[in-house]
């Protein structure tokens, strides 16, 4: 949904939930027909909303005249509608069409019915509607004298008719289930009519059109499937029987079967979902506080987005506020900030990492996620311990509607999947691992100047259990990751490498949660404890190691509660505690007044930690219009670092019309300084938090009629107190020596600005995606007597182009075209010779003051899908760097810094994928 959502106020106001519902479709014979109206949709999960309910039905014909056509019109019509407060339709829009004069019928109904109006929270307020009408030249259906006699309930027997008011309800002689072919998904809300079978024709399915003169049938009787896909149908009489099942985003169904008499025939039919499916309700409560700038996306939008390889986190690389980081590595540079300055919640705790190495995928399956949040500044109190942004990933319950899972494989990498029910609870377990080295290493062409001697590997694992408890739920959730990568980079000079010519790592992490969630009238409850184990390690030839191993225990707790219709309030405290074990060797300081010595600094240290955070944010709405969240987050760091920080934010949120939302915010944001920063070896135990203020003003709009969302941000972030190398000394009033270097300080600052521009096309039609285009700026003071200078990752100019065309037959093709600004770098002018060992040192120019060549990529893919009644198969090619380019990412020297030579990108990448599902 589209729509920006500020709230609901009055009763003029527009519910802040759109709903495309649909009406169980029908089939017109040349008498009266009758259209259902839209049948109401599910109330949203606080069941706050109470759906409008249809007073009326309204009887429609076929037109006779369209008959007399050769090819009489059939199809599909759409239509968009708003129920207003009176219960009447208004603000009728056709959608999708099929014929002006069968086009016309349908709108004239549409406006002829009548609702009891929706109310949301005891006051009425508009909706969002959509009708779907199949409408089409009937079949003829010969009237059989005698099929009418006993034939049930319909056509014979007339409303207020005594007897058959009284009449017991016929016996049930057909039942079935409808379900999504491939999916095994029940189909709620289809329609199944029968009516006699036309003589002479075969039992099966009927495929085809065709077009003959119609008739009225003897006898019609419908019902609709339930939530489970269950439907019945009484007093069909014996013999043949025409069953034509209809449920909007699928295909049409329509069979000749043989009910036998005095017995029940047993059904299951498999529907198969059409290439654009529009027709679902989608519900945005106010229970989660809009920021100013929250992109939210869900797996199946971008399931199919060419350079994901079907991996939903990936897709945050291509929203505005995001930088290119070289190599396409998985970090997350946004809004000017560095990779380490954006955090990743997933499940409200969080995680080290989003991506494994090379950002090939992500750590957590997205096909198990139920929604992913990029906020790129000015984010909710909830969220601590970052100046950047914030990522909050949400997992998904496993599926309830029987066991499904699947297998998939491409060239990097295969994983599997498998949920199902537990009772009244439900189960899901994944894993994947990879294959990539030897991909990698037949791929990377000679002389590109990157040698893997071990190449990425990486594996990963999630199981999660969701049972209902109490008043809420109680999720039970197990998941972990471990990447390792060795890299041999010869320097120029060397004939054969050696141990300084690479480096490896490895990077793990595995953890457990508890969540219960539960909602009571106005009272909303959290309670999560989690565990997780780090281990982090390093190696670059033998000049530099470590090893950090970290335990940690960590529980959020939140308690909500709307007070009124215009406020709510939040309380929450999240506790961080464990130990850290860091051993590591680097060269040391150079020697008061006697600069290198040659020597390198060990360390074998740890310890515990522990921070504890209390924050509260409020809703407060002014006017039916304009609501205000002012929040507060205070965090203390009691054993390491012994810092506080009180950062209070307040947010805005300004509907100026039905379809455009003014939003702004500014705050205060801190974090602590990395363990390396920190620690009393190779840092300052003393530093300070680091800090920025976040200021942002953005207006979204709406496009109803096109499907589109245009957002526009402008923002401004001071960052300051920031981590930096010093050569300063200091006095020592402890033990040991009486001078010590600082090591580093709070003496950084930084400034960035920026207009962020997003143009999202809905995925409600056959054609989905966007443009994304940022314009930012960012300088850093870092203390270095060179004053502001470019960030190491300034790119003024990012501009993503991606879209998506489903075809039919289960096709889709997409592309996605980027183009950045290449990234700074620090020019080297000349060199000077040391005359006691002739080693060569640079001359270096201002920092970051030359930039890398364009970066610009074209990415394409292909998918197919087939879909069976048990099973589905999905196929795909996705190709990276379409058209070869050499992008530049980097530069080495020659010794004497006579020469260079570039470092050139990944080159074309093919991924070939199959994807078998149950």
């Not at 729509?3 to 009055?10: A, E, K, T």
């Not at 059904?267 to 654009?276: A, G």
């Not at 039970?476 to 790592?505: C, H, K, M, W, Y």
């Not at 997409?814 to 000077?832: A, C, K």
Request: glycine share 10%; charged share 20%.
């Amino acid at each position: 949904m589209l729509r920006p959502v500020l709230g609901l106020r009055g009763p003029r106001r527009r519910v802040g939930v759109r709903v495309l519902a649909f009406a169980t479709g029908i089939v017109l014979w040349s008498g009266p027909s009758v259209l259902l109206a839209a049948p109401p949709p599910a109330a949203s999960p606080a069941s706050e909303l109470i759906p409008p309910k249809p007073k009326s039905t309204i009887s429609v014909s076929y037109p006779a005249e369209l008959l007399e056509r050769e090819r009489p019109p059939a199809g599909t019509i759409v239509v968009q509608y708003v129920v207003g407060v009176d219960g009447r339709t208004k603000e009728i829009e056709l959608l999708e069409s099929v014929d002006p004069v069968l086009d016309q019928i349908a709108l004239d109904a549409v406006a002829r019915l009548e609702f009891v109006p929706a109310s949301y929270e005891g006051e009425a307020v508009e909706v969002v509607l959509s009708l779907a009408l199949e409408l089409g030249p009937p079949t003829p259906i010969p009237v059989d004298e005698g099929a009418g006699d006993g034939a049930g309930d319909q056509v014979g027997d007339q409303p207020g008719d005594p007897a058959s008011d009284q009449a017991v309800p016929p016996p049930v002689t057909i039942r079935g289930r409808i379900r999504e072919a491939g999916q095994r998904t029940p189909v709620d809300g289809a329609s199944v009519l029968a009516v006699p079978a036309p003589p002479g024709w075969p039992q099966g399915q009927v495929k085809g059109r065709r077009y003959e003169q119609p008739e009225e049938p003897a006898w019609q009787i419908e019902a609709d499937t339930d939530a489970e896909g269950y439907f019945e149908l009484r007093g069909v009489p014996a013999g043949d029987v025409r069953l034509v099942v209809l449920s909007l985003g699928y295909e049409r169904l329509d069979f000749i079967e043989a009910l036998a008499p005095d017995s029940i025939l047993e059904l299951e039919y498999f529907q198969h979902r059409l290439e654009t499916n529009p027709y679902r309700t989608v519900v945005t409560t106010e229970r989660e506080l809009p920021e100013v700038t929250r992109r939210t996306i869900t797996p199946d939008e971008i399931n199919a987005l060419p350079g994901t390889q079907g991996d939903a986190l990936k897709s945050i690389q291509n929203f505005p506020g995001v930088a290119r980081p070289p190599f396409g590595a998985g970090l997350l540079v946004v809004r000017g900030s560095a990779p380490s300055d954006t955090k990743t919640y997933l499940g409200y705790h969080e995680i080290p990492q989003l991506f494994h190495f090379g950002a090939i995928t992500s750590v957590f399956n997205s096909d198990i996620l139920a929604q992913i949040d990029f906020i790129p500044g000015n984010f909710d109190s909830r969220f601590g311990n970052a100046i950047g942004g914030i990522i909050n990933v949400q997992p998904r319950r496993g599926r309830r509607d029987g066991h499904h899972g699947y297998i998939d494989a491409d060239l990097f990498d295969a994983g599997a999947l498998v949920e199902g029910p537990i009772g009244k609870g439900s189960f899901a377990v994944s894993a994947r691992r990879s294959y990539v080295d030897a991909i990698l290493l037949a791929a990377i062409p000679p002389g590109s100047g990157i040698d893997f001697n071990v190449a990425p590997r990486y594996w990963d694992y999630q199981g999660l259990f969701d049972y209902p408890l109490g008043d809420g739920n109680l999720s039970v959730r197990v998941f972990g990751s471990d990447d390792q990568l060795a890299v041999v980079n010869p320097d120029i000079n060397d004939t054969e490498p050696d141990d300084n010519d690479g480096f490896d790592t490895q990077i793990a992490f595995h953890r457990a949660d508890l969540v219960w969630e539960a909602e009571h009238g106005p009272w909303s409850v959290l309670l999560t404890p989690s565990y997780r184990h780090d281990l982090f390690t390093g190696n670059g030839g033998d000049t530099v190691s470590f090893q950090v191993v970290r335990d940690q225990l960590s529980f959020r707790g939140e308690l909500g509660y709307r007070i009124s219709k215009r406020a709510a309030l939040r309380l929450g405290t999240e506790v961080v505690a464990g130990s850290y074990n860091l051993e590591a060797r680097a060269p040391g300081f150079p020697a008061v007044g006697a600069g290198d010595t040659g020597l390198f600094n060990a360390a074998d240290l740890g310890g515990p930690f522990a921070s504890l955070a209390l924050y509260a944010t409020g809703t407060i709405a002014a006017t039916d219009r304009f609501t205000i969240y002012p929040g507060l987050r205070f965090t203390y760091n009691g054993i390491v670092l012994e810092r506080a920080g009180l950062d209070p934010r307040v947010r805005f949120a300004w509907q100026v019309g039905d379809d455009t939302t003014l939003k702004g915010g500014v705050g205060l944001y801190s974090q602590f300084p990395d363990i390396f920063e920190l620690n009393s070896v190779w840092g300052n135990p003393n530093i300070a938090l680091e800090k920025s203020v976040h200021n942002s003003f953005g207006v979204a709009h709406v496009f109803d009629d096109y499907g589109l969302l245009v957002e526009a941000t402008l923002f401004y972030k001071y960052v300051y107190s920031i981590a930096v190398p010093t050569s300063a000394l200091l006095l020592n009033t402890g033990s040991g020596a009486a001078i010590v270097p600082e090591r580093f300080d709070n003496e950084g600052f930084g400034h960035v600005g920026g207009l962020e521009l997003l143009i999202r096309k809905d995925l409600t039609k056959k054609l989905f995606g966007w443009v994304s285009y940022t314009f930012s700026r960012a300088f850093y003071d870092l203390n270095d007597g060179e004053g502001l200078a470019r960030f190491d990752f300034d790119q003024p100019h990012i501009l993503t182009l991606l879209a998506v065309y489903k075809l039919p037959r289960g096709w889709s093709v997409g592309g996605r075209y980027r183009l950045v600004s290449g990234n700074p770098y620090t020019p080297v002018y000349n060199s000077v010779v040391d005359a006691s060992d002739g080693g060569h040192f640079p001359i270096l120019g201002p920092r970051n003051a030359a930039r890398h060549p364009a970066f610009h990529q074209l990415d394409l893919r292909v998918d197919k899908k087939w879909s069976w009644r048990y099973v589905g198969l999905t196929a795909y090619v996705d190709v990276q760097n379409s058209y070869n380019r050499r992008n530049v990412e980097g530069i080495i020297y020659a010794y004497d810094f006579t020469q260079k030579r570039s470092i050139a990108g990944l080159p074309i990448l093919p991924s070939v994928g199959l994807k078998f599902e149950w």
